[in-house]
């Protein structure tokens, strides 16, 4: 069974550049989450779909970030304009269920986002 | 806010002896608990979980202990062996099921 796939795997931009992170979660997953990872922190669960509804966007900064799950498969997470402090490993996981937090989330590997 | 804390930012510990994660929660209405091991350039892996129904999850040489009133659990990993050199984050949700996360502990198992 294939993966949790993102891309890139590492970006750097200048500060207010914008960019575009990429994300296709394990096939039948219905639940898919953008995670933030800042250097020497746990992840920070930014955005929760629902197939293709957002469930939970209560940390993602809306003036900044925005994030979408087309035809409930892949995902995109923009962040216009960076800031420095974007600088962070964008983790994405799905899990199969819906509403049931036994359910496991499988990770991909992460981009790692260099803002100078 | 730290909801769930991992004071212990790094562990050394010999091949063979038993390796003690610690991880601290102050939200009480945190139910369920989850340890994911993390590899470098690799996304979390879920290792071990554990509701708040149990006190205590084994899982092959993986136990979990939960010490509601403590507000505290432990990983347990007996033997160490060198592949369990990772990080290991401790996670807890509650009935909105959003994880938080604690900060890590990385962990080095010495041959």
């Known amino acids: 069974e294939a993966g949790v796939a993102q891309s890139p795997r590492y970006k750097i931009i200048e500060k207010r550049q914008s960019v575009a992170f990429w994300c296709n979660p394990i096939s039948g997953h219905a639940t898919l989450y953008w995670y933030q990872q800042i250097l020497g922190q746990g992840p920070k669960l930014l955005i929760q779909f629902q197939n293709n509804g957002v469930v939970d966007d209560s940390q993602l900064p809306k003036d900044r970030f925005s994030a979408e799950r087309l035809k409930g498969v892949d995902s995109t997470l923009k962040i216009q304009p960076a800031k420095l402090e974007d600088s962070a490993v964008y983790l994405c996981?799905?899990?199969?269920?819906?509403?049931?937090?036994?359910?496991?989330?499988?990770f991909g590997p992460g981009t790692r986002l260099t803002v100078l | 806010d730290q909801q769930v804390k991992q004071n212990s930012p790094s562990l050394s510990v010999q091949e063979g002896r038993i390796s003690i994660l610690n991880c601290d929660y102050t939200?009480?209405?945190?139910?369920?608990f989850l340890w994911y091991k993390k590899y470098p350039a690799e996304g979390p892996t879920f290792l071990i979980s554990i509701s708040s129904i149990k006190d205590k999850n084994e899982d092959g040489r993986f136990t979990v202990f939960l010490n509601k009133s403590a507000k505290h659990l432990s990983l347990h990993i007996v033997p160490s062996q060198p592949g369990d050199s990772a990080v290991y984050f401790c996670a807890a949700s509650a009935r909105d099921y959003k994880l938080s996360f604690g900060a890590g502990t990385t962990v080095t198992v010495r041959a």
């Open positions: 939200n009480s209405m945190f139910d369920y």
């Open positions: 996981a799905s899990s199969l269920g819906v509403y049931d937090r036994t359910d496991t989330q499988y």
